[in-house]
Nanobody
């Protein structure tokens, strides 16, 4: 099994920045891509950004392009979404997910492992 632990969430003012972390442990060799999703209150879970563990390619949702940047540290088995220019609509529970497929997919059903989530609240 693979364990994913998110950290770095919290409250921030609009225009501010937060950096989340997702640390993977266990059978991490079975994970080929890591994605971040978020679920705003009363809404469905949506893709935010993802990174391929093998070649480092990334993908970002249109809603966060130019503001969020995802990166990885292979030695630490950790993925970091840097979130800048935060907006109130970024408020959500953010989840880290791992996929056995070697490509950055955007559908939650494509992912095999999930973290517990971390709350991000952006005040206007």
């Amino acid at each position: 099994q693979v364990q994913l632990v998110e950290s770095g969430g919290g409250s921030e003012q609009a225009g501010g920045s937060l950096r989340l972390s997702c640390a993977a442990s266990g059978r991490t060799f079975t994970v080929y891509a890591v994605g971040w999703f978020r679920q705003p209150p009363g809404k469905e879970r949506e893709f935010v950004a993802g990174v391929s563990w093998t070649d480092g390619s990334t993908k970002h949702a249109d809603s966060v392009k130019g503001r969020f940047t995802i990166s990885r540290d292979n030695a630490k088995n950790t993925v970091y979404p840097q979130m800048n220019s935060l907006k109130p609509e970024d408020t959500a529970v953010y989840y880290c997910a791992g996929a056995k497929f070697a490509g950055v997919l955007t559908g939650p059903r494509e992912y095999d492992y999930w973290g517990q989530g971390t709350q991000v609240t952006v005040a206007s």
